[in-house]
Structure formats: C-alpha cells, structure tokens
C-alpha cells in the first residue's frame, strides 16, 4: 500500500529565505508525482508535475526534484515571501492505471513566511 | 492551466436533507474525474472516480447509495450527499484530467466545497 509522508508537518521561515520541503512514498513504482499548494478553505493549485522518468522541474522560484528509487521528492523555494505561505501537498499516482490512476496524498507541510 | 470550477463553495444544511455539489471542468474536457475528501489537517481521500457515460467506481468504505456521483457530460460532474448527517460535514473536492494534455496524468482541481451539516 503506496502511503505518502511530508515532513515537516509545519515550517516558519523569515521572508527572503530559501526553503525545502519534503515529501516520501513506500512504493518507488509511481508513474508521476504531483506538488500542490493549498490555501485556507480553498482548492489544489498544481504547481509542478514530475514524470516517473523525469529527476526534476522547474517553475519560477520553485525547483522540484524526484529520487524514485529512494522514494524521495523535495520541493525547493527559492527568495520565499509573504504570498509563500500554503499548506504544500505533495501526491503520487500509482504506476497501476497509467495516467488515469488516482493519486495518493501526504498530510502536507504548513508553510508560514514572516515578513 | 486548466480551469475546474466548483459549485456550491460552501452549504449548510439540516440532517437529512440532501446536497448536490457540481464539478465543471470549463476550458477542457475531463472523460474522468475525481472526488476527494478533506477532514481538517488531514490528507485528501479519494471517495470515486467519476467516468463519463458510466457507473461511478467507488473507493473501499465509501458508501455509494449515500454518494451518488452523475457525469452526465464531458464537463461536469456531480455529488449528492443523501440524507446528510454531521459527520458528513467536511471539505468534498474534485478534480479533472485535460484530455488533450495526453499521458501527462496532471490534475486540475475545483476550489473545494464545504458542507456543514446540522
């Protein structure tokens, strides 16, 4: 059973600091994985999307990297800001099922940058 | 990216009533979507994957005579919660492939809606 951890569950950054986030899952046989941003009460804002074959994607000042045989991804931001702050939430979907599989979740990190 | 709308953002309701909340994919098509479920500083859970012109597939646990999913189109799908109880309350999320984003396997999610049941 594929199960998701993201550690740190919540993180307080001073503005202007770089920061990684973490992300594990069990089960390296994944066919993507997915980061995503959500805030208080809202939807899933997909940020970066990381094919099984690919070791890492770039968007802006976000940097996401994915170890699949050591069951790793890190989300890196860069020069982080007050409109940082989100609830990060990284997924995987299953090898099983190709494209169509449905995804798994960490609980997610809380990420708080003080200006 | 793509634009999955929700509908309604929030509902409070009576114990026993029904609810239909709506998932619109509005700049793609979506063959398949998805309904998650969000208790607070929990993980999403996947209640069913919604398959247009067929039976909705439902995950383990989840009741699907108390959460009946309809895609009738290539662009909206809907959960009704029946007879709603309070420990029904909780944040119900839904998300779409773009079909013509191919075998990237990239969801878009809808901005979520909370029911609260009294």
């Known amino acids: 059973k594929q199960e998701v951890t993201q550690i740190p569950a919540a993180l307080s950054v001073p503005e202007g600091e770089n920061l990684v986030l973490n992300c594990s899952f069990t089960?390296?046989?994944?066919?993507?994985l997915q980061w995503f941003r959500q805030d208080p009460g809202k939807g899933l804002t997909s940020l970066l999307l990381i094919q099984s074959s690919q070791r890492e994607q770039t968007s802006g000042r976000l940097n996401a990297s994915l170890d699949k045989s050591s069951g790793r991804s890190t989300l890196y931001i860069a020069a982080s800001q007050p409109g940082d702050s989100a609830t990060y939430l990284c997924a995987v979907r299953r090898q099983y099922g190709g494209s169509q599989g449905n995804l798994i979740f960490g609980k997610g990190t809380k990420l708080s940058v003080k200006p | 990216g793509a634009v999955v709308s929700q509908h309604p953002s929030w509902v409070i309701c009576k114990s026993g009533t029904s609810v239909k909340i709506e998932c619109r994919s509005l700049d793609f098509q979506a063959t398949t979507m998805f309904w998650y479920r969000q208790f607070p500083k929990q993980s999403l859970m996947l209640m069913a994957t919604?398959?247009?012109?067929?039976?909705?597939?439902?995950e383990q646990g989840v009741e699907k005579d108390k959460f009946l999913i309809n895609h009738a189109s290539l662009t909206l799908s809907t959960l009704t919660v029946t007879s709603a109880h309070p420990e029904d309350s909780s944040f119900y999320i839904c998300?779409?492939?773009?079909?013509?984003?191919?075998?990237?396997?990239?969801?878009?999610f809808g901005e979520g809606s909370r029911l609260t049941v009294l």
């Open positions: 919604s398959n247009e012109g067929s039976k909705a597939t439902y």
């Open positions: 089960d390296s046989a994944i066919y993507n």
């Open positions: 998300s779409a492939r773009d079909l013509k984003r191919g075998n990237t396997g990239e969801l878009f």
